[in-house]
């Protein structure tokens, strides 16, 4: 897919491209591989089929595959020079002059138990599922550029880690995940009829949100299997979510961002679960 100059303004990102063009020159030049993750990412990959953003963000978030903190540094370095400023997190940045803030996530080699230690401000952010999703990433042709970004079923692993590691400041991932379900039977609808048929009930109305949700369990299954702790740490997510139905976190939050009953939204998230277990 060829991305336009409209597409760019489409998703609703101020100056997405100016900030791209500069974080891919940077890229380059250190030899990184570089991702776009996060709501940036999910709008991107919804726009092939012409589904527009459903909030604004000037957040802009990239993850960085390198191997040690000296290389990481340089790469900070490089960005600052660009007229980016540190901001009160190591890995954040602000532009003035495009009024956007960017993080930097790094992983790879740099991780020590699937955390990133800031030494220099005694900061750890966990960085799990990062390398198992980003290990089978989609690229998106953008002009003359490639931008890689996790595929959806990837998206989900690593904002329902997000949500789960700070569920007090990551309520737009449930947000996310849930949009991502919402379409997902539209995007791989032909893939779903000649792969997942017996996910169609037999009998009855057919249900796209149960169908989509199963499906992306079972995509989900490869990248959980590259790494027990971030299959038992998702596992564990799920299940405590698939307890009792009025104790759910995700389907209450869910409910309340569809106008759904919770026996529902908890419906919907039982079949991911149950896709991870097919």
Known sequence: MSISNQTYKQLAIPHFKEVFDIIDAIMRQHHTPYYLIGASAVALELLKNDIKPGRVTRDIDFAIMTASHDAYQKVCKAILKHGFQERDFPYR???????????????????????????????????????????????????????????????????????????????????????????????????????????????????HMLIAARVLGRKATSMLKKSAPLKDYVMQTLKT????????????????????????????LKGFYQGITD
């Open 93 to 207: 940045f602000y532009a003035e002059r495009f009024n956007v803030v960017i993080d930097i996530l790094p992983f790879g080699g740099i991780e020590q138990n699937h955390t990133i230690i800031f030494s220099d401000r005694k900061i750890e952010m966990h960085v799990l599922g990062m390398r198992e999703v980003l290990s089978e990433s989609i690229a998106i042709p953008i002009e003359d550029k490639e931008l890689h970004i996790p595929s959806l079923p990837g998206m989900v692993i690593l904002k329902l880690v997000a949500w789960s590691d700070r569920p007090e400041n990551r309520e737009n991932d449930l947000a996310d995940i849930l949009k991502i379900i919402q379409h997902y039977f539209d995007l791989a609808f032909d893939k779903i009829v000649q792969h997942h048929n017996d996910t169609f009930p037999e009998n009855g109305e057919i249900d």
């Open 241 to 268: 979510n698939l307890g009792e139905v009025e104790k759910s976190a995700i389907a209450k939050r869910w409910a309340r961002e569809k106008n759904w009953t919770v026996e529902y939204s908890y419906s919907v």
